[in-house]
């Protein structure tokens, strides 16, 4: 399959909330990165996409645009707005994605966007003060880690 439709696939599934269709597009030795997770590799990854969409309640809104591949890398922009939290603040995450390819699927996949412009909309005033600094990030990730963890154990 041509990699740039393996990306638009990839999204389309997202946009639509088929976790398992979008899941047939990653290669079983995944590694996915990204600045709340870190790095994922195999299931774990396949399981925070689980655990995200399961969470979302259907409340989430993807759109993706700019895909290009060369050969077996590629990337794409995507965008994410959902209510994050108990206190359902509006999250709208502006993200590049970047991608490797083996064998007609994503090997690697990693997403980059600013951690403190997330978690100013993720945690509202606390994020605003405080989400700059490498303690509030990595409560973040490590909440986040714990989270999924938990999901797996399911």
Same mark, same amino acid.
């Given at each position: 399959?041509?990699?740039?439709?393996?990306?638009?696939?990839?999204?389309?599934?997202?946009?639509?909330?088929?976790?398992?269709? #979008?899941?047939?597009c990653?290669?079983?030795?995944?590694?996915?990165?990204?600045p709340?997770?870190?790095?994922?590799?195999?299931?774990?990854?396949?399981? #925070?996409?689980?655990?995200?969409?399961?969470?979302?309640?259907?409340?989430l809104?993807?759109?993706?645009?700019?895909?290009?591949?060369?050969?077996? !890398?590629?990337?794409?922009k995507?965008?994410?707005?959902?209510?994050f939290? !108990?206190?359902?603040?509006?999250?709208?995450?502006?993200?590049?994605?970047?991608?490797?390819?083996?064998?007609?699927?994503?090997?690697?996949?990693?997403?980059k966007?600013?951690?403190?412009?997330?978690?100013?909309?993720?945690?509202?005033?606390k994020?605003?003060?405080?989400?700059? !600094?490498?303690?509030?990030?990595?409560?973040?990730k490590?909440?986040?880690?714990?989270?999924l963890?938990?999901?797996?154990?399911?």
């Amino acid at each position: 399959m041509d990699n740039s439709k393996v990306i638009h696939n990839f999204y389309n599934a997202f946009a639509k909330g088929k976790v398992e269709e #979008m899941l047939s597009c990653y290669h079983k030795e995944i590694i996915f990165e990204d600045p709340v997770f870190g790095a994922l590799k195999g299931e774990e990854a396949k399981s #925070m996409w689980k655990m995200l969409l399961a969470r979302s309640k259907g409340n989430l809104k993807v759109t993706f645009s700019d895909v290009k591949v060369v050969r077996n !890398s590629g990337e794409a922009k995507w965008e994410a707005i959902y209510p994050f939290g !108990s206190e359902k603040r509006i999250v709208h995450n502006k993200i590049k994605a970047e991608f490797e390819f083996k064998d007609g699927k994503i090997i690697k996949h990693t997403d980059k966007f600013d951690l403190w412009k997330w978690s100013r909309m993720a945690l509202g005033f606390k994020g605003v003060l405080l989400g700059w !600094s490498p303690l509030v990030q990595n409560k973040v990730k490590s909440h986040s880690k714990d989270l999924l963890k938990k999901f797996m154990e399911k």
